[in-house]
C-alpha cells in the first residue's frame, strides 16, 4: 500500500511541476510553440470588401506557414467599432488578431464615446498594406491638373460639389483637409460607399470626388473619370501616370487607407515580433503582392514600433481635421 501511494505522490508531484513550468514559462519559450491551436482573427467588416479581402489573403497564407489554421470572423456594425472593441477585449494570448482599415484610426474623434482606447487596448503587429485616396472629376468638368481644379473652385465659391464614400471615411477627411488648406468653398457630399459615390461622380451630379483608390481605379483607366492626383508620398503603383498632391503643388495633403493588424495588449512582445515577421514575408510573396495591386493596395510590412508612431500620428491628425472641419460627432 505505502509503495502504491508513493508511486501516486510522485506521479502527481511531476505533474504539478509540469504545470507549474508551463505557467512560469518565459514568452519567448510560449513563442517558440505558437501557435498551438487555430487562431482568429476578427475583421470588423462585413465579407467582400478590401478588408476582408486582405485579411482572408494573410490567414490563409500564416495557416501555411505556421501549419494550424487562422481563420476570419466578420463582426461588422459601428464603423468597425463593434469588431475592434470585441478584439481589444479578448485575451491577449495571440489567439485573436484584428485586421483593420483606417477606421482605427478616425473613430477615436469621430464618435464622441468611442468604446476602445486606440493607443492603450492593443498591440500594433504591422501596416500590412495601404491604398492612396485619389483625386478625380468628371471628364466634362474643364480642369486638367490639380491647380486648374483650385482656380476653379475660388472663382466659384460655394457652386461645386465634392462627392466622398461617407462621413468618417478618409477620403471624406482627405477632402475636408484640401478645402481646409487651400481655403477652398465646396460642398462635400457624403455617399452610402465608394461605388454610389464614384457614379455620381462618373453621371456628373458631383463632379468632383475624393475616393479611395481601388474602386475609381477601374473608372480612370475606361476613361469615365480624370484623375487629377493621388494622396500617397509617393505615386500609385496601380496608377502610375497619376501625380501626387504633393508633386501636384498641394503638400502636406498625405492620406490613405490602411490594412493593419493588431494584437490586444499585453500579447507578449515575443508573439508580436514572431507575427510581424511572419507576415512581412507574406505581403513579400510574389502572388501576394500580385494580389495587393489587384486591389490597389501597396504592400508596406513594417516594424511594430513604426506602426505605433503611424498610429498616434494618424489619430492626431484626423482628430485636428474633424475639428477644425467641424464635422460632428456621432452619439
Not at 501511494?5 to 511531476?14: G, H, K, N, P
Not at 514568452?27 to 467588416?45: D, L, M, N, S, W
Not at 502572388?287 to 492626431?316: H, M, R, S, T
Amino acid at each position: 500500500m505505502t509503495t502504491v501511494l508513493s508511486r501516486r505522490t510522485a506521479m502527481l508531484i511531476v505533474s504539478a511541476l509540469a504545470i507549474l513550468g508551463l505557467t512560469q514559462a518565459t514568452p519567448e519559450a510560449r513563442a517558440q510553440t505558437y501557435p498551438t491551436h487555430p487562431v482568429k482573427v476578427i475583421v470588423p467588416f462585413a465579407a467582400g470588401g478590401p478588408t476582408d479581402v486582405m485579411a482572408r489573403l494573410i490567414a490563409q497564407k500564416l495557416s501555411e506557414s505556421f501549419k494550424q489554421q487562422f481563420y476570419v470572423e466578420n463582426h461588422p456594425g459601428a464603423g468597425g467599432n463593434i469588431g475592434m472593441t470585441q478584439a481589444a477585449r479578448a485575451t491577449p494570448d495571440g489567439y485573436t488578431l484584428l485586421v483593420a482599415s483606417s477606421s482605427f484610426v478616425v473613430n477615436p474623434s469621430l464618435y464622441a464615446k468611442n468604446p476602445y482606447d486606440a493607443f492603450k487596448d492593443f498591440e500594433p503587429v504591422t501596416l500590412a498594406a495601404a491604398s492612396p485616396n485619389i483625386l478625380v472629376v468628371n471628364p466634362e468638368l474643364p480642369v486638367k491638373t490639380v491647380k486648374d481644379l483650385v482656380a476653379l473652385l475660388k472663382a466659384n465659391p460655394g457652386k461645386y460639389t465634392i462627392a466622398n464614400p461617407g462621413i468618417g471615411t478618409t477620403p471624406q477627411l482627405a477632402a475636408e483637409l484640401f478645402k481646409l488648406a487651400l481655403k477652398l468653398d465646396a460642398t462635400s457630399v457624403p455617399f452610402g460607399g465608394a461605388a454610389p459615390a464614384v457614379q455620381s461622380t462618373v453621371a456628373g451630379h458631383t463632379p468632383i470626388a475624393f475616393a479611395a483608390l481601388p474602386p475609381t481605379a477601374p473608372q480612370v483607366t475606361g476613361g469615365k473619370l480624370r484623375a487629377l492626383a493621388v494622396t500617397s508620398a509617393k505615386r500609385s503603383s496601380a496608377l502610375p501616370d497619376v501625380p501626387t498632391l504633393a508633386e501636384a503643388g498641394v503638400t502636406e495633403q498625405e492620406s490613405e487607407t490602411m490594412q493593419g493588424v493588431f494584437l490586444p495588449a499585453k500579447t507578449p512582445k515575443a508573439i508580436v515580433n514572431q507575427l510581424n515577421a511572419e507576415i512581412a514575408k507574406v505581403m513579400a510573396m510574389p502572388d501576394v503582392a500580385a494580389k495587393c495591386a489587384q486591389l490597389g493596395f501597396d504592400p508596406v510590412a513594417d516594424k511594430p514600433e513604426a506602426f505605433a508612431a503611424y498610429i498616434k500620428n494618424e489619430v492626431e491628425k484626423w482628430g485636428k481635421v474633424i475639428r477644425d472641419a467641424k464635422i460632428p460627432q456621432i452619439p
